[in-house]
Structures are given as C-alpha cells and as structure tokens.
C-alpha cells in the first residue's frame, strides 16, 4: 500500500512539472472568442499581463474588444474563419513573428444546432464537423508546430459535457464534442514528452449565445463570467481536465457509469426528454 502511494505521488509530482506558461514565456491564441467563454477568457487573460490574439469569423466585434481593452496586458484582433486551413496557418505566423512565441492556445470555437432523430440532414452533420472538429484541428496543428520550435507550450481544447454521453437534440454537436475528448486524451501521451501541457475544458450549460438556443431546462447555468475565470485559473493547473460547474459535471460523469435503462431514464428526468 506504501509503494503505491509512493508511486501515485510520484506520478502526481512528474504532472505538475508540465509546462504552464506565465506571461513572460509568450503570446495567447484563443478561437472563438468574439462573444461567451472565448472572449471573457480574452479579457481576463489580459489582465493578468498576457499578449492575447484573439480570432473569429466576426471582424469588427474583435475590433471593438480590442480598442476597448485598457488592462494590464494587451489584446490584439486577428480575424479568420477556423474552417480554412490556411488562415490557422498564417495567423500563428503571424502571431510568432510579432510576439516572438506562441505559449498557450484555446482552441474553443465551435458551433451548436439543435438536431432531433425525426429530422436528420446530412448539412447539419457537416457543418457542425467542420466547425467543432476541423476547426480544432486546423488550429491545433501550426500551434504544435510553433511549440515544438520552440521547446513548450500549452494547449487547451474545448469540449463540452455533451461528450460525456448522449443528450437530447445533440447528435451531431455530442458526436464532435466526445470526438475532442478522445482527441485531447490521445494526444498527451506525446504531448508530455514534448513538454507540450494539453488540457481538456469541459464546461456545462453556460449562459451564452449558443445556450440560448436551448429550449429545455438547464441544471446549475453558470454565467459566462464565471466560467471564464474558472478557465483561466485551470490553465494555471497541472490538471488534464478544466470542468464545470462540478456539481453537474462530476454527477454527469457519474451516471454515465451506469447501465443504459437508468442513463436515459435520468437523462430523460433532467432535460425532459
């Protein structure tokens, strides 16, 4: 029992040996970030000193929270569609030639339609897989590059408790977001050996523009200012996985341990159906 304790804290101290990036090592890249989680996550990385490039598809919004910003650090618009590879590309360049490093990249654009069983169409499952996964991985690709020039880094993915199990309405966007999961999973393995910290952000219902849509109810909605900072201090944790609020996301991974008949019946309880 001693020996394995011994192993178990050994192990938990090689994890908090992983890189975690300070303002000093290098610029931010968050997608997604003109409304919700993104840019709140913009804000108060900022304040805390940081360089933060922010990207989404909406030019003049990023203006304005750019010109708007007076904090501690500095925010600069980088406008792109996370669909096109060629922009994710040319954006960290970019953002490697002005700033010097790329330390820490929120890959957390993404996108939500509501899809019932009756009403399946093969656009709503292309477009939420170019956005949520695609859109992933063409940001997720010229980072680790930069990252592994540069010797470290920091990754963050964002999910959604939606990949945890399947939730009404969510075939396509539970599909894409349990995809991230398994990514993020998968990829560290490597990513430790290449001093690359990856981190998976699980959030639950947020009061965003995408919960908006929603039309059932939504246990323990956080609003998005919360959220952010709960974020931004995970980042700073040697953690794999940023979830919140954890009362539902704990009780969520928790369900999902038990046989089907009980799941749907509790999901069914909790969302109405």
């Excluded at 030019?59 to 750019?66: N, R, S, T, V, Y």
């Excluded at 600069?76 to 360049?93: F, G, M, Q, W």
């Excluded at 880094?153 to 945890?164: D, H, L, R, W």
Aim: hydrophobic share 40%; with cysteine.
């Amino acid at each position: 029992m001693v020996a394995y304790r011994n192993f178990i804290l050994s192990k938990h101290e090689s994890l908090q040996m992983t890189f975690t990036a300070k303002p000093k090592d290098g610029a931010v890249w968050i997608t997604g970030a003109s409304e919700g989680i993104g840019k709140s996550v913009a804000i108060q990385m900022a304040d805390e000193g940081y360089k933060v490039y922010i990207s989404a598809r909406s030019e003049d919004k990023l203006e304005k929270i750019a010109s708007d910003y007076s904090g501690k650090g500095e925010i600069i618009s980088a406008p792109l569609d996370v669909t096109d590879r060629d922009a994710n590309l040319k954006c960290v360049e970019r953002i490697v030639k002005e700033a010097g490093t790329l330390a820490i990249c929120v890959l957390n654009a993404g996108t939500f339609k509501p899809v019932r069983g009756n009403d399946l169409k093969f656009e709503d499952f292309d477009f939420t897989h170019s956005v949520n996964i695609d859109g992933v991985i063409n940001g997720l690709i010229p980072a680790v590059d930069a990252m592994k020039e540069a010797g470290q880094g920091q990754i963050a993915i964002v999910s959604s408790v939606a990949g945890y199990g399947g939730l009404p309405k969510n075939g396509p966007y539970g599909l894409s977001k349990a995809g991230l999961i398994n990514l993020a999973e998968s990829l560290k393995y490597d990513f430790d050996k290449m001093n690359i910290k990856i981190q998976l952000i699980t959030p639950g219902f947020i009061d965003t523009p995408l919960t908006e849509k929603n039309d059932f109810p939504m246990p323990f909605l956080m609003p998005v200012e919360k959220a952010a900072e709960r974020v931004v201090h995970g980042l700073e944790k040697p953690n794999f996985e940023i979830t919140f609020p954890r009362r539902f996301t704990y009780m969520l991974k928790f369900i999902n341990l038990w046989c089907y008949p009980v799941y749907f019946w509790l999901v069914r309880k909790i969302t109405g159906g």
